[in-house]
């Protein structure tokens, strides 16, 4: 515990000296002039430690590493978008132990091609996964932990192929519209099988469906930054095969490289849970800005 804490801090400390010699950001200047980027990397670090105190509370300490970057090349005839989403991190309290407190990799990449100034036909491809394993927590009869691993890197992993139509009226809003082929991986714990076929567990499921994504940011000042981002697939199959990620996150800069993150999250996908599942975080410590 003590030496991830002094890596975490060390890897903030460097960070932290680096960005004090970069205005707005460490690598500001570098990109040709048709290349637009923002991106954000930070570290969050949560400790309490209670010894012979005789008042409530419990030890307990959270880690967390994001990274995110929103990078844009923009030609004449089209233009290329990368966004990229890392989050991990971990907690430990005192009688229950270690748990993921976040665990997400994303990657997407669009093409758009400029028709017109505001709608634009586009292709691209999506990769969603996690860093490491996943567990479900259960007790025996005698009150005693059972773990059991529900998911791991590439199980299960989803790769998004889509070709739309994008409505990009300015750089604060965009609505794209797509067909799109989603893809599920998962070799050994059974996110694609099909319930169906008795006699074979299927490691592969393609998805033939309509997607929609609905993005939009806001700087409400210097400061005060939101954005929030509704993305749907709808199977084919039928109404009811319907999957539906909402993301928002309101961040605000405290003090140079100080930041206060809140964020709201809602999820629903009927291969994981049949009701909608929440999210919401209040995270507050080190970021610093890359672009």
């Known amino acids: 515990m003590k030496l991830k804490t002094l890596i975490l801090f060390g890897v903030a400390a460097l960070a932290s000296v680096t960005t004090a010699h970069a205005e707005g950001g460490m690598f500001e200047g570098a990109l040709p002039e048709n290349w637009t980027a923002?991106?954000?990397?930070?570290?969050?670090?949560?400790?309490?430690?209670?010894?012979?105190?005789?008042?409530?509370?419990?030890?307990m300490y959270?880690?967390?590493?994001?990274?995110?970057?929103d990078v844009q090349g923009k030609w004449k005839v089209a233009n290329w978008r990368n966004l990229i989403d890392l989050?991990?991190?971990?907690?430990?309290?005192?009688?229950?132990?270690?748990?993921?407190?976040?665990?997400?990799?994303?990657?997407?990449?669009?093409?758009?091609?400029?028709?017109?100034?505001?709608?634009?036909?586009?292709?691209?491809?999506?990769?969603?996964?996690q860093f490491m394993k996943g567990y479900n927590y259960s007790e025996d009869d005698e009150g005693n932990?059972?773990?059991?691993?529900?998911?791991?890197?590439?199980?299960?992993?989803?790769?998004?192929?889509?070709?739309?139509?994008?409505?990009?009226?300015?750089?604060?809003?965009?609505?794209?519209?797509?067909f799109a082929n989603r893809m599920t991986i998962s070799h050994g714990y059974g996110y694609a099988d099909d319930p169906d076929t008795e006699d074979e567990i299927e490691e592969v499921k393609d998805e033939p469906g309509m997607e929609?994504?609905?993005?939009?940011k806001y700087a409400l000042s210097d400061i005060v930054n939101f954005k929030t981002r509704l993305w749907t697939f709808t199977n084919f199959k039928g109404k009811d095969e319907i999957d539906a990620k909402w993301e928002n996150l309101l961040a605000v800069i405290i003090a140079p490289l100080i930041e206060l993150q809140v964020g709201y999250?809602?999820?629903?996908?009927?291969?994981q849970d049949k009701d909608v599942q929440y999210k919401n975080m209040v995270l507050f410590g080190i970021t610093w800005r890359w672009f």
Do not use: H
């Open 38 to 59: 923002d991106v954000v990397a930070g570290v969050k670090y949560t400790r309490m430690q209670f010894s012979n105190w005789q008042e409530d509370g419990t030890s």
């Open 62 to 69: 959270t880690w967390l590493v994001t990274y995110y970057a």
């Open 87 to 129: 989050q991990l991190g971990q907690s430990w309290t005192d009688g229950l132990g270690k748990r993921k407190a976040v665990d997400k990799i994303f990657w997407e990449s669009t093409l758009d091609f400029n028709m017109t100034e505001m709608l634009k036909p586009y292709l691209g491809a999506r990769y969603e996964t």
């Open 145 to 178: 932990e059972i773990k059991t691993a529900i998911s791991c890197f590439m199980d299960p992993a989803y790769l998004t192929q889509m070709v739309g139509i994008a409505f990009i009226p300015n750089d604060n809003f965009s609505q794209r519209v797509a």
């Open 212 to 216: 929609t994504i609905t993005e939009f």
């Open 265 to 271: 999250d809602m999820v629903y996908d009927k291969d």
